[in-house]
């Protein structure tokens, strides 16, 4: 069963910086995709950043554009997401998800930049998330 852990994440000023870093275990197809997704109470899930393992194309919400950079380490099945610049508004709960069916992760890369929410079935496996917070 695919296993996702996240770690990183915590508490930083405004205009600050944060990695987070997320590993797939039990991974029995070969993954596709990894992203980055954030939920804040009382809004749906927002697509933050994905990554195709097989060509390092990465796509990006409007909302972070150049600030976060998502990376890859396809052999190691990790994905780092590092986020620089960091705003009141990006305090939310940050979930890594991984996908094995290409189809899906095309729909998803549509969903992030068009703004679609993303459901928690949209993709194969899920972490169980690490909070981010922005305050002064």
């Known amino acids: 069963q695919l296993h996702l852990m996240e770690s990183g994440g915590g508490s930083v000023q405004p205009g600050g910086s944060l990695p987070l870093s997320c590993a797939a275990s039990?991974?029995?197809?070969?993954?596709?995709?990894m992203g980055w997704f954030r939920k804040v109470p009382g809004k749906e899930r927002e697509g933050v950043a994905m990554?195709?393992?097989?060509?390092?194309?990465?796509f990006y919400a409007d909302s972070i554009k150049d600030r976060f950079t998502i990376s890859p380490e396809y052999r190691k099945n990790i994905v780092h997401l590092q986020m620089n610049s960091l705003s009141p508004e990006d305090t939310a709960m940050y979930y890594c998800?991984?996908?094995?069916?290409?189809?899906?992760?095309?729909?998803?890369?549509?969903?992030?930049?068009?703004?679609?929410?993303?459901?928690?079935?949209?993709?194969?496996?899920w972490g169980q998330g690490t909070q981010v917070t922005v305050s002064s």
């Open positions: 039990g991974v029995q197809r070969y993954i596709v995709c």
């Open positions: 990554v195709y393992f097989s060509s390092d194309a990465a």
């Open positions: 998800a991984a996908e094995s069916s290409r189809p899906r992760c095309v729909q998803t890369q549509r969903m992030l930049e068009g703004g679609t929410p993303v459901g928690p079935d949209q993709l194969e496996g």
